[in-house]
C-alpha cells in the first residue's frame, strides 16, 4: 500500500503563488508516475501535472508556463510550484501515483485527499 498526504494548499490573492508538497510513503516502486490533479465540485478532475521517476515532465494546459512540477525520489516527496495563481486555479489539488509505469495514457494506483487552494480576485 501507499500513503499519499498533500499540503501547501490554502487561500491567495490572484497574481500570488503557492508551493504544494505530496509525502509518498509505502510501497513505491520504480518505474513510476507521480502527478497533480485538480478537481471542482461537479467537474472532472483535470491533470495539471506528471512526472515520471527519471524527470520526464508533462504539462496539462492550464499549467503551462506557470506551474513547475518536480520531486525528490530519496524524499518519496513531490511539489508543484504555482506561480502568477488565477481565480480559475480555485480547485482541490490531489497527488497521484502509479506504480509500475509502462507508458501513456495512465490510471492511477493511489490518490490522496487532496488539498484545497483558492485563490481571490
Known amino acids: 500500500q501507499v500513503q499519499l498526504v498533500e499540503s501547501g494548499g490554502g487561500l491567495v490573492q490572484a497574481g500570488g503563488f503557492l508551493r504544494l508538497s505530496c509525502a509518498a510513503s509505502g510501497s513505491i516502486v520504480r518505474p513510476n508516475v507521480m502527478a497533480w490533479y485538480r478537481q471542482n465540485p461537479g467537474k472532472e478532475r483535470g491533470l495539471v501535472a506528471a512526472i515520471s521517476d527519471t524527470g520526464t515532465t508533462v504539462y496539462g494546459d492550464s499549467a503551462r508556463g506557470r506551474f513547475t512540477i518536480s520531486r525528490d525520489n530519496a524524499e518519496g516527496a513531490l511539489y508543484l510550484r504555482m506561480n502568477s495563481l488565477k481565480p480559475e486555479d480555485t480547485a482541490m489539488y490531489f497527488c497521484?501515483?502509479?506504480?509500475?509505469?509502462?507508458?501513456?495514457?495512465?490510471?492511477?494506483?493511489?490518490w490522496g485527499q487532496g488539498t484545497q487552494v483558492t485563490v481571490s480576485s
Open positions: 497521484a501515483l502509479k506504480n509500475r509505469f509502462v507508458g501513456w495514457p495512465i490510471t492511477y494506483d493511489y
